[in-house]
């Protein structure tokens, strides 16, 4: 009894027995490789519209002036001092610093490194992010030391009737 449940159900020595059977395999490697193909040609074009939209946005960057934001009134800021603001969103951080009666810097204070917060150090004269000892050259927000290696995003103002206001943030040029 137990000699017939171990014999194998075809001859031993014939090792093409499936050859001739329908429906044995229902995906073979060229079936499942059409297959592959297939579904990724389905992914990238269902992904262009997306892509479209992405581009569409990413060239007008540089333009894209959005709803001017007071930052402070003139008389509430004095030479060497820095305010901070959220520009262009409520969650997007900035420095606004006042070097001269009339020249104003505004960045985008999160470090290019690793987005800590950066800071106005008024004694020093220097743009500082603490993390990492990273420092940026206040006129142009270009790194000068530690490990950042892009510039800070800088965001265009304008004074108008008494007051700083954010107009845009500038594109970042390689």
Not at 87 to 103: M, T
Not at 155 to 164: F, L, P, S
């Amino acid at each position: 009894m137990t000699e017939n449940n171990n014999k194998i159900p075809f001859n031993e020595d014939n090792y093409t027995h499936n050859i001739n059977r329908n429906n044995e395999r229902k995906l073979d490697r060229r079936g499942f490789m059409k297959t592959l193909v297939g579904a990724a040609g389905v992914f990238a074009i269902s992904s262009l519209p997306w892509g479209a939209t992405a581009a569409k946005e990413l060239m007008g960057l540089g333009d894209k002036e959005y709803p001017h934001k007071k930052i402070t009134d003139l008389k509430s800021i004095g030479v060497g001092d820095a305010v901070d603001f959220a520009f262009p969103g409520e969650h997007d951080s900035a420095i606004l610093i006042r070097l001269s009666d009339e020249k104003f810097v505004a960045y985008q204070n999160a470090c290019t490194h690793l987005r800590c917060p950066v800071f106005w150090d008024k004694k020093e004269e220097e743009m500082i992010c603490p993390c990492h000892h990273g420092k940026f050259d206040v006129q142009t927000g270009s790194p000068i030391a530690g490990p950042p290696r892009r510039p800070l995003p800088e965001i265009q103002v304008k004074v108008d009737k008494g007051a700083v206001y954010a107009v845009r943030v500038k594109r970042y040029e390689t």
